[in-house]
C-alpha cells in the first residue's frame, strides 16, 4: 500500500514498523509531528517529557529494559540533551535507540541555525540523513538495525524540508523483535571514569566499523551522469534541489549516512569526475572530510553556510541555466508575525510596556511580545534563560530589582526554569518572574505539558500546581492574575517590583485558540464616540485597525477579550463580558 506522507509522519510508521515500543520527546518544530502521529499507534507508549534531557534519558531507560526505544527533538533541542547523548555513546545500548534531531534552516521558528552534524562528530554517533519520506521511513527502520548491530544509539538527522514536506511512502507490516533481557553489567553501563576508559576504545573500534560499512551501503549511492566534468557530493534535501537542476547530466554522490563518513567511495567518486563540488546546507561538514582525504573540492567559497537552498540557489552557484517559475502577478502585503486576537499574553506585555520595566524573555509565542507596539522583551536565549538570567542581572546590580521582571511560559517553566527559580529561591536574588500561563504548550502547535492534566493521548495526567510548586521552592511572595484585567496585572507588577524578596506572579487565561475556550464574541466600534486618538493600537491586536480616522474592529478576528476597552477613554468600545 501506498500513501502520500510528511516526512515526519513517516518516521512515524518506521517506528510503528520497526517494532518500536517507547516513545519520549519533548515538542519543537520541525519535529514535533513525529511523536504525534506515533502516539496513534496503541502499540506504542508515547509521551511528552518535560524537556529533551529528559526524554533522552528515558528512552535510554526503556533501551535498557530491552525495548525498542524513541526521542525526537529540535536542533537546540539537542543541546539539552547533550549531556546524557555523549555518554550513551560509551555504554551502547541494550535495545535499538534512535534519536531524531530536526535541523532549522533558514530559522522559520527557532532562535539560531545550528548544525546538527556536528553532535554526530563530537558524540562518535553514526546519523542518517533521509532526503524524502520514503527514505525518513527506511531510514528509521535501517537506523534500528544499525543501533542493534553496532551496539549504539543511531541518530536520524531530519530538516525542515523533509520533516514537512510529503511524498509517495510505501507501507509495510510492524515487526515486533523479540524484547532483549535485562543483563546487569556495570563494566558496560556504570561510566565512572576507571570503567569510561575502557569503553573509549570500543566507542573508535565501532566507528572503524561502521566507517567500512558507509563504504557499501546502499544509502550511500553514485547516480551515474552523462557529463563527468563536474560531480557533485550532496545529501537531504541539497540533493533534490541538485537532481531537479541538473538531472541525469552530471554524476552525483548521494550520501544517506552523514556520520561516519566512507572515504575510499568518495576518493573514487572525486578521481571519476574534474570537478569536485559538495552542496550541503549550512556548515561543510562533507566538504571539510573531503579536504581531509586530500581532494581539490568547492564548497563554501561557492556555496553560503546560511538560509536554506532552494532550486534557484543551486542552480546560480553552480552556474548552471534553470527554469524559473512564474512570478506573482500581484505584490503580496507583508505579514508579520503577531500574537493573536485575544493572546492572554498581550495585556501583561502592555503593562510591562507602560511601566517601563526591563523584561528578560523566554523561548515562546511570547517571545512575539518583543515586537512593536508592545515592545516588551529585551532578550531571548534558550529556554529557562530568562529565569536564570534575571538571577545574575538583578544580583550583579540590585539597583534593577525594582525595574526589571522575567517571563517565561507554563511549558518553558516546567522545561528549564524551575532550576533557575530554585536558583533565585536559594541565593536568595530580589528577582521576579511572571510565569505566562496559557494552559498549554502554544508555540509548536498545542502540545500538553505537565501542568495542564492531560498527557499525549488526550487522556486525565499528573497535574502540577503552579502556585504550589513554586511556593514549594521557598517562593513566599506569589500572586496570580488574570491577564485581561489590566489594572489588576498593573498593580501585581508594582507590588512585586516594590518588595524586597524574590516573587512570582502567575497570569492565567487559556489560550485563545483553544478548542474548549468559550468566547463572548465580537465587540465593534462606536463611532460616535470614537474620537481616532489610536490608544486602543497600543495593544498590538489584529483585529483592530484605523479605517476613516476612526477604529475599526474585524469581527472575524475578535474574541472579545475587551482588553482594548480598558484603555478607551471615551466609550467608544464596550466593556467586555466576564468569561
Known amino acids: 500500500?501506498?500513501?502520500?506522507?510528511?516526512?515526519?509522519?513517516?518516521?512515524?510508521?518506521?517506528?510503528?514498523?520497526?517494532?518500536?515500543?517507547?516513545?519520549?520527546?519533548?515538542?519543537?518544530?520541525?519535529?514535533?509531528?513525529?511523536?504525534?502521529?506515533?502516539?496513534?499507534?496503541?502499540?506504542?507508549?508515547?509521551?511528552?517529557?518535560?524537556?529533551?534531557?529528559?526524554?533522552?534519558?528515558?528512552?535510554?531507560?526503556?533501551?535498557?529494559?530491552?525495548?525498542?526505544?524513541?526521542?525526537?527533538?529540535?536542533?537546540?533541542?539537542?543541546?539539552?540533551?547533550?549531556?546524557?547523548?555523549?555518554?550513551?555513546?560509551?555504554?551502547?545500548?541494550?535495545?535499538?535507540?534512535?534519536?531524531?534531531?530536526?535541523?532549522?534552516?533558514?530559522?522559520?521558528s527557532s532562535q539560531n541555525e545550528q548544525d546538527s552534524r556536528h553532535y554526530a562528530i563530537a558524540a562518535k554517533l553514526p546519523m542518517l540523513e533521509p532526503s524524502d519520506s520514503a527514505e525518513a521511513l527506511a531510514f528509521t527502520k535501517l537506523a534500528y538495525e544499525l543501533s542493534e548491530t553496532y551496539d549504539t544509539a543511531v541518530i536520524l538527522k531530519m530538516c525542515t524540508r523533509v520533516a514537512h514536506s510529503q511524498s509517495i511512502v510505501e507501507l509495510g507490516e510492524r515487526v515486533l523483535p523479540d524484547p532483549v533481557p535485562y543483563v546487569k553489567n556495570p563494566q558496560k553501563y556504570v561510566m565512572m571514569p576507571a570503567m569510561a576508559k575502557k569503553r573509549h576504545p570500543i566507542v573508535e573500534e565501532r566507528t572503524a566499523k561502521l566507517t567500512a560499512w558507509a563504504e557499501n551501503t546502499e544509502i550511500n549511492r553514485i547516480e551515474e551522469g552523462k557529463d563527468h566534468s563536474l560531480g557533485i557530493i550532496t545529501a537531504s534535501t541539497s540533493y533534490q534541489y541538485v537532481k531537479e537542476v541538473c538531472g541525469d547530466t552530471y554524476p552525483v554522490l548521494k550520501l544517506g549516512m552523514i556520520n561516519p563518513l566512507p572515504v575510499e567511495k568518495i576518493k573514487?567518486?572525486?578521481?571519476?569526475?574534474?570537478?569536485?563540488?559538495?552542496?550541503?546546507?549550512?556548515?561543510?561538514?562533507?566538504?571539510?572530510?573531503?579536504?581531509?582525504?586530500?581532494?581539490?573540492?568547492?564548497?563554501?567559497?561557492?556555496?553560503?553556510?546560511?538560509?536554506?537552498?532552494?532550486?534557484?540557489?543551486?542552480?546560480?552557484?553552480?552556474?548552471?541555466?534553470?527554469?524559473?517559475?512564474?512570478?506573482?502577478?500581484?505584490?503580496?502585503?507583508?505579514?508579520?508575525?503577531?500574537?493573536?486576537?485575544?493572546?492572554?499574553?498581550?495585556?501583561?506585555?502592555?503593562?510591562?510596556?507602560?511601566?517601563?520595566?526591563?523584561?528578560?524573555?523566554?523561548?515562546?509565542?511570547?517571545?512575539?511580545?518583543?515586537?512593536?507596539?508592545?515592545?516588551?522583551?529585551?532578550?531571548?536565549?534558550?529556554?529557562?534563560?530568562?529565569?536564570?538570567?534575571?538571577?545574575?542581572?538583578?544580583?550583579?546590580?540590585?539597583?534593577?530589582?525594582?525595574?526589571?521582571?522575567?517571563?517565561?511560559?507554563?511549558?518553558?517553566?516546567?522545561?528549564?526554569?524551575?532550576?533557575?527559580?530554585?536558583?533565585?529561591?536559594?541565593?536568595?536574588?530580589?528577582?521576579?518572574?511572571?510565569?505566562?500561563?496559557?494552559?498549554?504548550?502554544?508555540?509548536?502547535?498545542?502540545?500538553?505539558?505537565?501542568?495542564?492534566?492531560?498527557?499525549?493521548?488526550?487522556?486525565?495526567?499528573?497535574?502540577?500546581?503552579?502556585?504550589?510548586?513554586?511556593?514549594?521552592?521557598?517562593?513566599?511572595?506569589?500572586?496570580?492574575?488574570?491577564?485581561?484585567?489590566?489594572?489588576?496585572?498593573?498593580k501585581a507588577v508594582k507590588a512585586a517590583l516594590s518588595k524586597d524578596c524574590p516573587s512570582v506572579i502567575i497570569s492565567r487565561r487559556p489560550c485563545a485558540l483553544l478548542k474548549n475556550v468559550k468566547h463572548p464574541g465580537a465587540i465593534s466600534c462606536d463611532t460616535d464616540k470614537c474620537v481616532g486618538c489610536r490608544s486602543c493600537m497600543q495593544i498590538g491586536c489584529p483585529a483592530i485597525s484605523i479605517r476613516d480616522k476612526k477604529a475599526y474592529i474585524d469581527g472575524t478576528l475578535c474574541v472579545g477579550c475587551g482588553v482594548c476597552a480598558q484603555l478607551c477613554r471615551f466609550g467608544a468600545l464596550p466593556e467586555r463580558k466576564e468569561f
Do not use: W
Request: hydrophobic share 40%; aromatic share 6%; proline share 5%.
Open 1 to 108: 500500500m501506498k500513501k502520500l506522507m510528511l516526512g515526519n509522519e513517516a518516521v512515524a510508521r518506521g517506528l510503528y514498523e520497526a517494532g518500536c515500543s517507547f516513545v519520549s520527546s519533548y515538542p519543537g518544530t520541525p519535529s514535533t509531528e513525529i511523536t504525534e502521529e506515533a502516539a496513534k499507534y496503541d502499540e506504542i507508549y508515547a509521551e511528552r517529557a518535560p524537556n529533551e534531557k529528559v526524554a533522552m534519558e528515558s528512552a535510554f531507560g526503556a533501551s535498557l529494559a530491552g525495548k525498542r526505544s524513541f526521542c525526537g527533538q529540535k536542533h537546540v533541542g539537542l543541546n539539552v540533551a547533550a549531556d546524557p547523548l555523549f555518554t550513551i555513546s560509551y555504554t551502547g545500548v541494550n535495545a535499538g535507540m534512535v534519536i531524531v534531531v530536526a535541523d532549522d534552516a533558514g530559522m522559520h
Open 268 to 490: 573514487s567518486f572525486a578521481a571519476s569526475v574534474d570537478r569536485l563540488v559538495v552542496v550541503e546546507e549550512l556548515d561543510g561538514i562533507i566538504e571539510t572530510h573531503c579536504r581531509s582525504l586530500g581532494l581539490a573540492v568547492e564548497g563554501k567559497e561557492t556555496f553560503t553556510c546560511m538560509d536554506e537552498f532552494s532550486q534557484k540557489t543551486v542552480a546560480r552557484d553552480l552556474k548552471l541555466p534553470f527554469e524559473e517559475g512564474r512570478a506573482f502577478p500581484e505584490e503580496v502585503p507583508a505579514r508579520p508575525p503577531v500574537l493573536c486576537a485575544g493572546c492572554p499574553h498581550r495585556g501583561m506585555f502592555h503593562i510591562l510596556n507602560k511601566n517601563k520595566v526591563n523584561v528578560l524573555g523566554d523561548i515562546g509565542c511570547y517571545t512575539l511580545g518583543a515586537l512593536a507596539p508592545l515592545s516588551a522583551i529585551d532578550t531571548t536565549i534558550c529556554m529557562g534563560a530568562s529565569v536564570s538570567g534575571i538571577h545574575g542581572f538583578v544580583k550583579s546590580t540590585p539597583e534593577n530589582a525594582k525595574n526589571t521582571v522575567a517571563v517565561i511560559g507554563d511549558s518553558t517553566f516546567m522545561h528549564s526554569g524551575i532550576t533557575g527559580l530554585v536558583n533565585i529561591a536559594y541565593n536568595e536574588s530580589n528577582a521576579t518572574v511572571i510565569i505566562l500561563d496559557n494552559s498549554i504548550t502554544g508555540m509548536t502547535g498545542h502540545q500538553q505539558n505537565p501542568t495542564t492534566g492531560i498527557n499525549l493521548k488526550g487522556d486525565p495526567a499528573g497535574k502540577i500546581n503552579l502556585e504550589e510548586l513554586v511556593k514549594s521552592i521557598g517562593i513566599t511572595d506569589v500572586a496570580v492574575v488574570d491577564p485581561y484585567k489590566l489594572e489588576e496585572c498593573d
